[in-house]
């Protein structure tokens, strides 16, 4: 699996006055160049980990270890090498967008000239140059997310930990935050990536870890977390409002049906059966207005680790 940059070792975290630990005996391996996804529901504990990994909270009891070295030991070293996008930007508010880029950059041992054309260069990709002159503070929560991301890409930290990096964000800008992670990642650079986004974290992730009330719950590529659930195709069918008071009991015949909304339903269906399945819902009885045809995906491997008990999937 190549080199590891992070390993945590049966780490645990508690909040002073807290009933439940953040985070209860986690270890797993980051390795070099992988983008690894870490998801989990509100309170799960995703943040906790991550500023464990900055070393922002010592541990209650356990070791994270950073290039072979506890991180405690060494924080400058760490902060030299990995940029963090924390859910927070309180501490840029009241810089303009440019000098938050500018001063980040210097902070991370650019030159003047260099910190300069880094600047520029990201209010381009980010297409925010229209903004380099309006203070943070005075930005929309989406906008000032982008800069965020803006400040983590400055001085090529060969690691990046992404904290929700699409909160808040347009479609549009999205697809664009997802297309940089990916260029970031072809250059080389390891990303730590926490995402309530499971849909289009799919696209870009290799590995993901689930955790929820501060456990591990699984962790694998997301090929072989796949393998490990119903691999019937997913059937999405929207029906026209006036049939979908009966078509429940006639589309269930091509296999496990179940309602989603009013007029959608989601049948699973053997591969073998899928083209005449799709076939015959053409049929005008059915007055199928829209229909899509799906693999397993992570959304649903979420769901499964979510309804087993902890450790099955580990
Ligand atoms: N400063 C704090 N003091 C006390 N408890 C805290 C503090 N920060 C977080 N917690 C608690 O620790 C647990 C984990 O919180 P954490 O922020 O790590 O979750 P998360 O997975 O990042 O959630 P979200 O997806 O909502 O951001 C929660 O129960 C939360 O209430």
Same mark, same amino acid.
């Given at each position: 699996?190549?080199?590891?940059?992070?390993?945590?070792?049966?780490?645990?975290?508690?909040?002073?006055?807290?009933?439940?630990?953040?985070?209860?005996?986690?270890?797993?391996?980051?390795?070099?160049?992988?983008?690894?996804?870490?998801?989990?529901?509100?309170?799960?504990?995703? =943040?906790?980990?991550?500023?464990?990994?900055?070393?922002?909270?010592?541990?209650?009891?356990?070791?994270? !270890?950073? $290039?072979?070295? %506890?991180?405690?030991? %060494? =924080?400058?070293?760490?902060?030299?090498?990995?940029?963090?996008?924390?859910? #927070?930007?309180?501490?840029?508010?009241?810089?303009?967008?440019? /000098?938050?880029?500018?001063?980040?950059?210097?902070?991370?041992?650019?030159?003047?000239? #260099?910190?300069?054309?880094? =600047?520029?260069?990201?209010?381009?990709?980010?297409?925010?140059? /229209?903004?380099?002159?309006?203070?943070?503070?005075?930005?929309?929560?989406?906008?000032?997310?982008?800069?965020?991301?803006?400040?983590?890409?400055?001085?090529?930290?060969?690691?990046?930990?992404?904290?929700? &990096?699409?909160?808040?964000?347009? &479609?549009?800008?999205?697809?664009?935050?997802?297309?940089?992670?990916?260029?970031?990642?072809?250059?080389?650079?390891?990303?730590?990536?926490?995402?309530?986004?499971?849909?289009?974290? /799919?696209?870009?992730?290799?590995?993901?870890?689930?955790?929820?009330?501060?456990?591990?719950?699984?962790? %694998?590529?997301?090929?072989?977390? !796949?393998?490990?659930?119903?691999?019937?195709?997913?059937? /999405?069918?929207?029906? $026209?409002?006036?049939?979908?008071?009966?078509?429940?009991?006639?589309?269930?015949?091509?296999?496990?049906?179940?309602?989603?909304?009013?007029?959608?339903?989601?049948?699973?269906?053997?591969?073998?059966?899928?083209?005449?399945?799709?076939?015959?819902?053409?049929?005008?009885?059915?007055?199928?207005?829209?229909?899509?045809?799906? &693999? &397993?995906?992570?959304?649903?491997?979420?769901? !499964?680790?979510?309804?087993?008990?902890?450790?099955?999937?580990?």
């Amino acid at each position: 699996m190549g080199e590891r940059i992070y390993e945590l070792e049966h780490v645990s975290y508690c909040y002073k006055k807290a009933v439940q630990k953040a985070n209860d005996d986690i270890s797993f391996p980051i390795y070099k160049g992988e983008i690894i996804g870490i998801l989990g529901p509100n309170g799960a504990g995703k =943040t906790t980990l991550i500023k464990q990994m900055m070393g922002q909270l010592a541990p209650t009891s356990g070791t994270i !270890k950073f $290039q072979g070295q %506890d991180i405690l030991n %060494d =924080t400058k070293h760490l902060l030299k090498q990995v940029a963090y996008y924390s859910q #927070e930007t309180f501490a840029l508010s009241f810089l303009k967008v440019w /000098e938050s880029l500018y001063f980040t950059g210097r902070l991370r041992g650019l030159t003047r000239n #260099e910190a300069k054309c880094q =600047t520029e260069g990201i209010l381009e990709r980010l297409d925010m140059n /229209e903004y380099r002159h309006t203070l943070l503070k005075s930005l929309s929560g989406g906008q000032r997310r982008l800069i965020g991301l803006g400040t983590a890409l400055i001085g090529h930290a060969s690691i990046m930990i992404l904290d929700e &990096p699409t909160n808040e964000l347009d &479609p549009l800008k999205r697809k664009l935050v997802w297309e940089i992670i990916q260029e970031q990642n072809q250059k080389g650079v390891t990303i730590i990536l926490v995402t309530h986004n499971i849909l289009e974290a /799919e696209k870009v992730v290799h590995r993901v870890a689930v955790i929820n009330h501060g456990k591990l719950l699984a962790i %694998d590529h997301v090929t072989k977390l !796949k393998e490990r659930v119903d691999q019937r195709m997913r059937l /999405e069918v929207i029906t $026209q409002d006036e049939s979908s008071l009966h078509i429940q009991e006639q589309l269930g015949v091509f296999g496990e049906i179940e309602r989603m909304e009013d007029t959608k339903f989601r049948i699973l269906i053997e591969k073998k059966q899928v083209a005449s399945a799709i076939e015959s819902i053409q049929d005008d009885r059915f007055n199928i207005r829209q229909f899509s045809l799906l &693999p &397993p995906s992570l959304e649903d491997v979420y769901s !499964k680790i979510h309804e087993q008990k902890v450790g099955e999937w580990l």
